[in-house]
């Protein structure tokens, strides 16, 4: 499966957010890409005295001084302290001062959920990263909404009551988990008449800011009409809040992975509340390999895993298994 | 009768000349000290609330006086223009259209500009420093300000007078 569409002017003004972010010049080059490129574009990647480079879904390049993409380095635009200050400034809104907690995780999150990664020096305080000083580095992510992708999903995750399985979307970096978690939500949220499917309350706990894309609390992406979201909440906590205050049917977070995450899975799990989430990796076997989610498939409650790769360009579905199938042995197709 | 009526006036501009620069004097500790009570205003947002700048700005513009206020004002509108500009150099034009207007002396822009260079790109104990320091100029300059009132405040009312008096006698 394709998640991405063709060029059209709409998708381009869609990503505006991540424009905007750089100073006038950078922008420029970066506009100026041919539209079949910039339909595919997924990083801006800025460092310091080195070259500019932009990545697509097959590669990525070099950008000359003038706007033309190039595969030598040697033709290429480099990045100067004064275009790092300026695009600094630009998504930390003027104010370092005010994104403190987001400089210790390394990254931030723009409105529309694009997030930018940031590397400079770490200051230390107590052993642990305080803040970053003298940022040199940016790696700008294209985030997108793909309506749709999940359409073919959704009825793997159905059982015959039309309750909705518990499901771990499993994913190497950079093949879609979050696009298609965000587009599950929004089908599991508004339901689908076709499946006799009518929608349950959806609870999202989105740690990261990324999949509702909220600005000031309000979700700036379609993720459903029954979908309640916590923004920036830690999740292990929010999945608490969220069970006790919102009466979810069903709760989705983005990544997890750490021993508190699956703690608060298991109680939401135990409270007859389904569980829907990502977690990096290529393969339940994989997985398995990390204690805390070791943990969370010894309970035996994931009912589907749905593998992403890119065999077939980012998103591709590369398998949808059973959860039991898999523990006992075997990976049911 | 038209030679009295043109002494009338000639003393009546030359007093009213004494006057505006007698107010320049007198307003100028007032500015001074609403100046600091606006980055007073500034670093609680900053330190305290974490706001943006941006918005910080237009929390101090809504709190100070009018006069003041323009300056704050400005510098939120320029920050949220979409530019890629740095927030010294977003400070700086929002200080030039100031400038335009104020009664402000340069010595007084001279502390705001230097703020400029540290304005919001720094941790908030960085930010309180200098915000601090600025604060602390303004006010030695107020204080000075205030000791030079007393004195050219009353001088310069009666000097426009004066003036006017003596070339009418003069040219009479």
């Known amino acids: 499966m394709e998640l991405m569409g063709t060029g059209t002017k709409e998708k381009l003004n869609s990503y505006h957010p ?262 990096h990796g290529s393969s339940p076997e994989e997985i398995m390999r990390r204690p805390a989610l070791k943990y969370l498939l010894g309970l035996n409650v994931i009912e589907k895993f749905i593998i992403l790769g890119r065999s077939r360009g980012v998103g591709t579905v590369e398998d949808i298994a059973d959860g039991t199938g898999f523990l006992f042995g075997g990976v049911d197709k | 009768m038209i030679k009295i009526m043109g002494a009338a006036l000639v003393i009546a501009c030359t007093g009213y000349a004494g006057m505006a620069r007698a107010r320049k004097y007198a307003l100028r500790p007032r500015e001074l000290r609403s100046l600091q009570s606006a980055l007073q205003i500034l670093e609680t947002e900053i330190i305290y609330g974490a706001t943006p700048l941006p918005e910080a700005m237009e929390q101090v513009a809504a709190r100070t006086e009018r006069s003041i206020a323009f300056l704050f004002k400005q510098a939120g509108k320029e920050l949220l223009s979409k530019t890629g500009c740095t927030v010294k150099e977003a400070w700086d034009r929002a200080l030039e259209k100031f400038a335009a207007r104020t009664i402000l002396e340069d010595s007084d822009l001279r502390i705001l500009r230097q703020l400029g260079n540290s304005l919001g790109m720094s941790d908030r104990q960085d930010q309180e420093k200098h915000l601090h320091l600025a604060m602390e100029q303004l006010r030695l300059e107020a204080a000075s300000a205030s000791e030079k009132a007393k004195t050219h405040v009353k001088l310069w009312n009666y000097l426009g007078f004066l003036t006017g008096l003596l070339l009418v006698t003069v040219f009479y």
Do not use: W
């Open chain 1, 18 to 279: 991540v424009f905007s972010v750089l100073p006038g010049n950078l922008r420029e080059l970066v506009a100026g890409l041919p539209l079949q490129f910039m339909d595919r574009l997924e990083e801006i990647r800025l460092r310091q005295n080195r070259p500019l480079i932009v990545t697509h879904t097959a590669g990525d390049i070099y950008l000359s001084p003038a706007g033309e993409p190039t595969r030598h380095p040697g033709n290429a635009y480099i990045v100067s302290g004064d275009d790092i200050q300026r695009v600094t400034r630009m998504v930390s809104n003027s104010s370092l001062y005010a994104i403190e907690e987001e400089l210790k995780n390394g990254y931030i999150t723009l409105p529309g959920g694009h997030r930018v990664g940031i590397t400079g020096k770490a200051v230390l305080e107590a052993g642990k990263v305080k803040t970053i000083k003298y940022i040199s580095g940016f790696n700008i992510r294209v985030s997108r909404e793909v309506k749709g992708i999940a359409d073919n999903i959704l009825p793997y995750l159905l059982d015959k009551d039309g309750r909705v399985k518990h499901c771990l979307i499993i994913s190497p970096p950079r093949c879609g988990k979050t696009t298609l978690l965000r587009d599950l939500v929004r089908l599991i949220s508004n339901g689908k008449p076709e499946l006799n499917y009518t929608g349950v309350n959806v609870g999202l706990v989105d740690e990261r800011s990324e999949l509702a894309g909220c600005y000031r609390g309000v979700p700036q992406r379609d993720i459903g009409l029954r979908t309640d979201v916590l923004d920036a909440c830690p999740k292990a906590e929010g999945m608490m809040m969220l069970l006790r205050a919102m009466a979810p049917q069903v709760i989705a977070t983005d990544e997890i992975g750490k021993v508190e995450d699956i703690k608060a899975m298991e109680e939401v799990v135990n409270a007859g509340v389904t569980v829907l989430s990502t977690v």
